[in-house]
């Protein structure tokens, strides 16, 4: 009695039933089903039972989170704020005006995109931490985009009217995933995805720098690692600039430096944030008295005065070009999308506070869509500056709107200064930013964990260096989705055995001490039962019996007697899973071979019960826990256990 | 002590450990899951530690079946074949004729199809009751999409080759996807979509009979019912024909009775697989002694006599057809592919033996090579053929070789005695044969298991009436997708109590007796956790713990101190889902909640120590059961228990 455990002796004269849970109404069950899938954050719970007039407030603070976080704000916290806006600030200007070159856009156009989208971002936004403004990533796809469809030399009118077009759609496409609660389907693309399209980002970028590093005037216009090396091997004799190429390496190791001071010791992040300002203040003046732009360096020569100007006007909303920049938008908004959710996911856990991702996602498309009507490209949460900002002790999206006043400054007063910066030293800044987008570890991590994620990643980021931005997204999306299907398509099963000294039964192969029971199978089925691997698992466990058959033939062992399934991991079945299993039923009983379930879960007990599969299968074949089906199902051998 | 299970009280002392599997050699595993998923029928079982000689004889028998059955082949199984052959050669004849003019061909192509492909198959195939031949449902499906190629009436000599190249690449498409191993994409259209797309699309046919049945002239193309209605409504006064309906109507109630009669007791199936011939021959006979042909009443006319024609020449190699003859032969071949499986399946099961799904698609893809070089067009395993075939007593594929023949010497000798047969009569025939294509049953129990399956089934079905075969077919595969990716993407959890005098947990839903342990939140996730669902897992059962907090602050019981995940379920994680562990590791951690694991798999395991997630969260916090972990963590609460 002492080997037995109550539950099992307890169920040898009455075992206990498997629930069958009520049976709900429809329309609550697919109410049910609706609101796990779009309102699974339950973003009404704080209206329940709330008088009207709250209702209102807290409708509005819903919408603009400022109204709530605002109202116990303190010096204190502005004091943070303050200190990483300035510091954000002094990292973006010089970052903004090299992505706007990655885009095809004039440089004022980075600048402007620094300064309406945070501004929108902080009343609307739930991210304390994130920093917004043009990224790099983006800003290169939207550039490769947008240069598919209008030259942007040659038309710079229609390219930038196409490029505010792109960013009311990414906008629309954001803040319509928000509301419609559609969320979810930026998990569609994985992590491992993100990596590895994110580093070959990174490299391609890097590369693209190449042209303003080495003072190339000739460069090609495609992405990919081999036409650019091309390009700068073919200009290697006549059009590398040499004052271009020092002024650059320079700068790069001086902010390499920088960087790693940095990272090395967290006290001084404030030298890597601060370095990119002192090397367009450095190089600039050093070009401004050597006057080295007579030599070869190119310079920045000019970027307009003045706040960022209306463009309403200009964005398509008919003809062709409507339908281009939808589509280039709903990309670019997308890949935006999915960096600032993943920044503002990062650093709300390690503050532990929640962000709701489809109220973030309203805010990001609301801050894009008034972008569009303002001059502004797509702008997002910046890695790197969300990091400083971080670190320098931001408190609340305050900090976003300190940068946005600097920014503005900037515009009104000091552009002209600007005049003189090498490009070198954009190319330079722009290659320290995005160094830190490739990350060795995390690919390192996804290699030792999942060989199949370490594809996508992998698949990403060669489609992306070899190939374009677009084609690395899509082998990225599509790896992502056929390991999903992979999985619902072969399911694991795994034979149990009883662990000695105890009731349990596990995976023999996890557990080699783990000892099968004479005259029975014990096949666990790891996965829902759906019509896409239904018939492959009734094949798979027929396939284990006839393994296990002629085994105990050659050992000259009894044969099996009774096949127990263990269903707990089954999660849900379907039709076609109801057919497998009664033609399993069927193949068994013509072997003589009883099938016994243990514990079906509630909504496979449901589905049992409306298919009359239990009847048929047998309502004392159904068992709680796989213990109690051996013990009852094989009196004889229980004695010996 | 009686109330506790050995297990647990054994634990209490030393934890039964949580096995972590040998650590598998990538190659290994590698190959061992291209195994489960290409080769998961271990194709190659029977050859192992053979002598050549004999794998050669294997190999041939592998490929072509017939010579392995063949050497046990005997008289008495004949005797079943022959008269099973006979009968669905009566059955067939008429029902060629039929299904030719669903495709838009002449009549002599639907007996061609019933000659060569069969042929082909008795050697090839490895299903013993499958009636191989034209069937109504591909034939549509041909016809729709070829016609809106090139127009069958004026061009009918090019759209004869597209329908030749198009069988020749549903036949490589067939090969192909068995040669490659990839017949489980076919398990991709779920049972609930086939249900419905071959309902819609028996009543779609059955509509497109009433060209035929009424003798209208003037007929839409469009196949959907709103269409067909508007022509049947306006040829009301002046296109219908008296004389037609009355043969139509008598013999459709003929066929219907003796249907039934043969449905209604097994003995006489004969009735029924006999009928439609009977009507054929008396109506035949009924307009040539009335000369009613010249009342309106349409007739065959003319059937060409004589055997196939090589048709090698005719199939298009180059050109724009090429493509579209791929497309519409990939359409066709794997809605045929589909048919024949399911069928092949369905009658493999009621005999118990083994269908080798993918080289049946290899049989089922040369028969349609062949067919399509000897003027044929696709041809499948029929549902009401292959029923009659099983019925009538069939042993093996022998039964096709005699219908094959019968057929031939109906080409040779008696096509003629079809010139006065009306086509009215060979409307009747394909009402009543796909009548039996709507499976009210079935699209019941769907909506009794599955309401999701019922709106994949009812999606195809209402896309196939209301608009075409192929927006319904679209329709059945979207929603099937969908549902998958719903699986992956919000998947259950559920909170587990302890059932009363046992030490099993199981979910409180479907077990309301079972009780919550004080202080212990459990909670069980039933999916693999992937990038898809990771955040939502983390923040799922961060909400269940904020209920429960605030349940437990409301009833003024103690907090929570213990959260226990049951992984049972979690078959795999990937490193979203290792970073959502984390992540809500850290979330708990800042409560000062302990993070416990109950019973990870094998493959969770590895994962959790080639991330050292294993570590953060400690080994010691990792369980082989609920019970085990319940019991070490909270000892204070156990003597309750």
């Given at each position: 009695m002492e080997t037995r455990s109550l539950s099992s002796s307890h169920h040898r004269t009455s075992p206990y039933k498997v629930g069958v849970p009520p049976k709900q109404k429809l329309w609550k069950e697919f109410s049910a089903t609706l609101r796990e899938t779009f309102f699974s954050d339950d973003p009404l719970r704080s209206f329940k039972d709330q008088p009207s007039s709250r209702k209102l407030i807290l409708g509005i603070q819903a919408v603009f989170p400022i109204f709530e976080w605002g109202r116990s704000y303190t010096l204190a916290k502005f004091k943070g704020d303050l200190i990483a806006g300035l510091t954000i600030a002094s990292l973006c200007i010089p970052q903004d005006i090299g992505y706007a070159k990655l885009a095809n856009l004039a440089p004022q156009y980075g600048l402007y995109s620094s300064f309406v989208p945070p501004l929108v971002y902080a009343f609307m936004g739930s991210s304390r931490d994130i920093a917004i403004g043009p990224v790099a990533v983006v800003s290169l796809l939207l550039g490769t985009l947008l240069q598919n469809e209008i030259d942007p030399t040659e038309n710079a009118y229609e390219y930038r009217r196409l490029a505010f077009t792109a960013t009311f759609f990414a906008g629309v496409t954001q803040a319509t995933l928000g509301i419609l609660r559609l969320g979810f389907l930026i998990d569609f693309l994985s992590h491992a995805a993100i990596v590895g399209f994110m580093g070959g980002a990174a490299i391609t970028i890097a590369l693209q720098q190449l042209k303003g590093f080495l003072g190339i005037v000739n460069f090609t216009k495609n992405t990919d690692i081999i036409s650019v090396m091309q390009s700068v091997v073919s200009s290697a004799h006549h059009g590398w600039n040499l004052p271009t190429i020092f002024i650059g390496s320079t700068f790069l190791v001086f902010l390499l430096v920088a960087k790693y001071i940095g990272k090395k010791n967290k006290k001084f992040f404030w030298v890597a944030a601060i370095a990119p300002l002192i090397s367009v203040i450095l190089s600039t003046f050093f070009v401004y008295i050597t006057h080295a732009e007579k030599k070869g360096v190119q310079i920045v020569k000019h970027i307009e005065k003045g706040l960022n100007r209306p463009s309403v006007s200009e964005l398509y909303f008919s003809g062709d070009y409507v339908l281009k920049g939808a589509r280039i938008g709903v990309v670019a908004g997308i890949i935006a999308l999915t960096e600032a959710v993943a920044i503002g996911r990062t650093f709300a856990t390690m503050k532990d506070y929640q962000i709701d991702g489809n109220k973030e996602m309203v805010a990001l498309g609301a801050m894009n869509i008034a972008g569009s009507m303002t001059s502004c490209y797509v702008a997002t949460g910046s890695f790197s500056r969300s990091a400083v900002n971080f670190m320098a002790g931001?408190?609340?999206?305050?900090s976003n709107i300190v940068m946005s006043i600097v920014v503005l400054l900037a515009l009104l007063f000091i552009t002209p200064l600007f005049k003189y910066t090498p490009n070198a030293i954009l190319s330079s800044i722009i290659i320290s930013a995005v160094i830190g987008l490739i990350d060795y570890d995390a690919a390192i991590l996804i290699w030792k964990i999942d060989k199949f994620d370490f594809i996508a990643c992998m698949g990403a980021f060669f489609g992306v260096v070899f190939a374009s931005v677009e084609i690395g997204l899509l082998i990225a999306i599509v790896i992502s989705f056929a390991k999903l299907l992979l999985q619902v398509t072969r399911p694991r099963t795994a034979l149990l055995g009883k662990i000695p000294r105890t009731n349990v039964y596990r995976n023999i192969q996890q557990y080699p001490e783990a000892t099968k029971v004479p005259g029975v199978l014990i096949i666990r089925v790891d996965s829902a039962i759906y019509f896409s691997n239904s018939n492959y698992i009734r094949e798979r466990i027929l396939r284990w019996l006839a393994d296990e058959e002629e085994q105990l033939k050659a050992d000259g062992l009894p044969q099996v007697q009774v096949l127990i399934v263990e269903m707990s991991p089954v999660t849900d079945i379907d039709t076609s899973g109801i057919h497998a299993l009664e033609e399993l039923h069927r193949s068994l009983e013509r072997k003589s071979i009883e099938l016994v379930l243990a514990n079906p879960g509630p909504v496979v007990m449901d589905k049992l019960y409306a298919s009359k599969l239990a009847n048929l299968i047998g309502e004392d074949k159904i068992f709680l826990t796989v213990a109690d089906a051996v013990q009852t199902c094989v009196p004889k051998f229980t004695d010996e256990v």
């Open positions: 931001c408190q609340t999206a305050i």
